[in-house]
């Protein structure tokens, strides 16, 4: 499992001793590379919505979010990119299409790099989700956060530390996250460093490997002394 709230539902649902399930960081493995080097200038007052689009995802409440966003902060940009269902009813939705720019198309590895460098937050208005790997990507290129308190998410996230964290289905709190982070850059590059750091100790492969490899080793010990008993 890859966060502890994942762990409880799993143990509720199939009432097995909690020692029989390990919890593991999501890894990262995006961008590794093309964070670094090229430093392309962030794009002030610049949301990312990035991923699959699906109704899970919950780009519904950050586009609704919007007109509460551009009130405060005039020169607020949403970015949407990535495929999925139908998104013409998202396009109906926007009460301010201008503000908006959409790229229904996958993504490549260099658009993917542009637009997170680009980004001044990522936005994840998830009203449910297991995990996400679009957070260790935002972290990877020191972005902030905005994420609902649904499934494995808030284990990715340390509220006012790398990110920001708020209830699912709620344009209000998304607006004011976002209005927050938009309005202070300090605050943006504070929490984003922090970030960084979170990825580079808790996330990086060398780490998640370690871990992994000792429950393979407790697992192997375990059926050992079965046999033994046996």
Known sequence: MHAPQLKRLLLER????????????????????DSRGFQQPEEDHTILFFGRIWPYK????????????????????????????????????MVHPERFHFYNEYISDEKRAELFRQASVVALPYIEASQSGVIPLAYQYEKPVIATTVGGLPSLVDHGQTGLLIPPRDKQSLADAAVLLLQNKGLRQRLGANAKRKLETECAPNTVARQTLLVYQEAVRASRDATKLG
Do not use: F, N, W
């Open 58 to 93: 919950g780009l519904e409440y950050l586009i609704q979010a919007e007109p509460l966003i551009s009130e405060r902060v005039p020169q607020a940009k949403i970015v949407i990119a990535g495929t999925g269902e139908d998104c013409d009813r998202y396009r109906r939705m």
């Open 14 to 33: 199939l009432r097995i001793p909690s020692s029989r399930v390990h919890v593991a960081p999501h890894i990262a493995l995006h961008g590794a590379s």
